[in-house]
């Protein structure tokens, strides 16, 4: 008796593997119907990221933070749908959107040592901090293009 349990067992198990296997699917249809195409449709946000001429010296002034929400509150909640990795060496930043209204915030920071922040007007001193806020409308198709200004 235990044996035919066993064998019955082991049919079940070898049975299951075969047929309870999903078929394989050829990726590109079969049928020659090519990728599947998004049909979403996108804008471009263009953020000129420039750093406000001052008398300190070009590398003491660092982007710090590009960041865009869908609303200003959810901006100011710090839930961004997109976050850059800014860089000293980019200008221009291409963020790839759905079309619609979306808030940015841009920062950069002041690393001079001594008073030198305080006399550029960054808040705190050395590594103090200012910010550009703006709003942007996304249109399908179309790059939109904004400068960040900062607060002197």
């Known amino acids: 008796m235990r044996k035919s349990i066993k064998t ?9 593997l075969v ?3 999903d078929p394989e699917v050829d990726p590109g249809g079969g049928g020659g119907g090519g990728p599947i195409i998004d049909a979403k449709e996108y804008g471009t946000l ?4 420039r750093i406000p001429g001052s008398f300190l010296p070009p590398n003491r002034v660092l982007r710090a933070d590009l ?3 869908v609303s200003a509150e959810e901006l100011y909640k ?15 930043y291409n963020i790839r959107l759905e079309p619609g209204s979306y808030y940015y915030q841009a920062g950069i920071i002041c690393i001079a040592q001594g008073d030198s922040c305080s006399a550029a007007s960054f808040p705190g001193g050395q590594f103090g901090m200012k910010w550009a806020i ?15 200004q900062f607060t002197q």
């Open 134 to 148: 703006g709003r942007a409308d996304v249109r399908a198709n179309e790059p939109i293009h904004v400068v960040p």
């Open 19 to 21: 047929f309870g296997c």
């Open 78 to 92: 710090g839930n961004f749908c997109y976050v850059a990795n800014v860089y000293n060496t980019t200008l221009v």
């Open 46 to 49: 263009e953020v000129e990221f």
């Open 67 to 69: 960041s865009i929400a």
């Open 8 to 16: 019955i067992l082991l049919s079940l198990f070898v049975l299951t």
